[in-house]
DNA sequence: TGTCATAGTCAGATCATCGGTATATAACGT
DNA sequence: ACGTTATATACCGATGATCTGACTATGACA
């Protein structure tokens, strides 16, 4: 399991994904749902990271069905997948806290 | 404000700079000490990270200092600095608290 | 004399993401 | 009948932050 950084339109789709099985558009709204609107995924990225997620074997596919003739494809986070974003949360929840309270810091000791 | 999502790297600076200015040297040892000895910055990655942060106005050149012949320069994160420091934390904690919340349900409703 | 710690700079490569386009069907409005 | 919107996936070139690795320079220590 690599543990580089995970970008955040990456880490969206596995958040996504960590609900419930999901094909590509459900995704795409969902992360825009998660992200309160603030991130729109491109249909370049996640396809791109879909494909690579694949490949590392933390999404699979999950079924396929056609609806109207066209392709719905599900994902699913895999066991390491889900591991691989909880280590995810606890790095960005270390550095968040870190921030947090040198911010702090700065407020109270850093002018006065 | 541009508020394109932080590397990690870049958010590691300004947090490392939250605390107090410091030289470049300085902020590498102390983004390895906030990581937990994860995060490695190269000199490259720093020092051209702290030129954009100075374009964008988020860190400012705070003092030079001259020690041993050798050139040290004092950075220090500049009030928007700080405000875009404190929206991405909140950005991320939203992201994790999302993203934990989802790993929880995985384990109660998915499997059972 | 060599090497470690300090301190900063630069050139080239990688790779995730962005932006835009293409394909195809169904539903809806006018 | 026609254009638009929503659904759904895929491809491609450009961008840009980061990585890799080398380079310059000094003081201290063995």
Known sequence: MSNAPLREPTFLILTALAARPQHGYG???DVEEISGGQVTLRAGTLYAALDRLRVDGWVDVDREEVVDGRLR????LTEPGAARLAAEVERLRAHTRAAHNRLRTRLTGGTA
């Open 27 to 29: 995704i795409q709204h």
């Open 73 to 76: 494809r599900y994902y699913r």
